[in-house]
């Protein structure tokens, strides 16, 4: 393997990753594993049974002091002083246009104690808005405790009942979190457990100190979690309709837009963005984020081109095989008039046009599985 440029960050768990054999890549500042036993393999234990997954690049910014919760409040979608402490929520950092700074997971931790988690590729970013608008809400501690900390999700149908054997989580609802310690070789390690994933799963994601991140790894690997990489993560995320910052949601796109409405609060007064989407709701929308699968094989990669009745109505953001589904799938914008579910629409793929049609998101739902 060739050396890494110096400038790429290692998460604490880099010498676990190159032990288990993974292919290393570069992804958004940082040396990742990309996949461990194979893509599609790492998929099915995710589906079927357990897997873990290394996230420690992901963004962790504590936000503390009396004026958390109101720049909190200020500057996200929802009303982060209405969260109750042991809960965490979805949400948006928008700029004043109503564009997607970064989407977020913020844990309320105490009354005055909240954990961002953030997207890595906008750490920074998100770091710097923090600290342009903390300046009006004192007293405030903004803390980056990313390269500080390891984040590992464990996700599956088995992982939320492995992990009740490691911490009391038991009785833990979705978005809820646990703060406590774990014991791992024989040390004991201060730990936050939140019922929270990015796989359409149900699992967890464990953050404890980067010292104690290598054994809460091999400890999740003996409990029989099957490791995996960005590439396995960013086609479960797919299937479950959910989006990538930078690829499906960006600083030009609003949640209006990319179907996100249900977590804003634009009956709320007072956050940075309300007024710009709200007049894009009045005015009406000139695009929409929609799901397609493809009747075709053909691979629909970002950028590519989607038509209606032979004409560009918009273009493809993310796509790829699910083999869950084993479909070609995508999400891409397009013009509202062809968003319904059914539209038929195809894509061009280097000059083919593979036909498919839209279809509701999430593709795969766990329920909608577990209830066949």
Known sequence: MSPSPPSLLRTALYAEHLAQGAKMVPFAGWEMPLQFAGILAEVRAVRTASGIFDVSHMGRIRVEGPGAGPLLARLLTHDARALRPGRARYGFLLNPQGGIIDDTILYRLGEERYLLVCNAANRLAVGAWLAQWGREFPPL??????????????????????????????????????????????????????????????????????EGGPALWRRLVALGAQPCGLGARDILRLEAGLMLHGTDIDPS????????????????????????????????????????????????????????????????????????????????YVEPACAQPATPLEVDIRGRRVPGEVVALPFYSRRRAESR
């Open 141 to 210: 501690t903004l803390t980056d405790i990313t390269l500080q900390t390891v984040m590992v999700a464990f996700q599956g149908p088995d992982a939320f009942g492995k992990m009740a054997s490691l911490a009391p989580v038991e009785g833990l609802r979705p978005f809820g979190a646990w703060e406590g310690t774990l014991t791992l070789d024989g040390n004991t390690f201060p730990a936050l457990v939140g019922r929270t994933g990015y796989t359409g799963e149900d699992g967890v994601e464990v953050v404890v100190p980067a």
């Open 253 to 332: 796109t609003t949640p209006l837009e990319a179907g996100l409405e249900r977590f804003v609060d634009l009956q709320r007064e007072g956050f940075i963005g309300r007024e710009a989407l709200l007049a894009q709701q009045a005015q009406g929308l000139r695009r929409r984020l929609v799901g397609f699968v493809l009747h075709q094989r053909g691979v629909p990669r970002h950028g590519y081109s989607i038509l209606y009745d032979g004409k560009v109505v918009g273009s493809v953001t993310s796509g790829g095989f699910s083999p869950t589904l084993e479909k070609d799938i995508g999400m891409g």
